[in-house]
């Protein structure tokens, strides 16, 4: 004989059964937050990555006009 599956009031369960049922819950919410956390996480690091290439783009572009102004004086003081 197969048990029907269970579904709509809170009233239909066993004390213990309820707790059960409330764990599980708890579990479920649990896990999906962790999933969701993980997602923004992989989100901000992919992000990061991308400033600190835009960061170093921007440091070895100041480098590169500091040596060339040090070359067009060095050029010029000739």
């Excluded at 239909?12 to 896990?31: D, G, Q, S, T």
């Amino acid at each position: 004989m197969s048990v029907p599956e269970r579904s709509g009031s809170r009233f239909l369960y066993a004390p213990f059964e309820m707790a059960n049922a409330k764990i599980e819950a708890n579990e479920r919410v649990a896990m999906e937050r962790w999933s969701a956390l993980e997602y923004r996480l992989t989100r901000i690091e992919a992000l990061m990555e991308r400033l600190e290439r835009r960061l170093w783009l921007a440091v070895y572009g100041v480098a590169a006009a500091v040596l060339a102004q040090w070359a067009v004086s060095l050029l010029g003081a000739q």
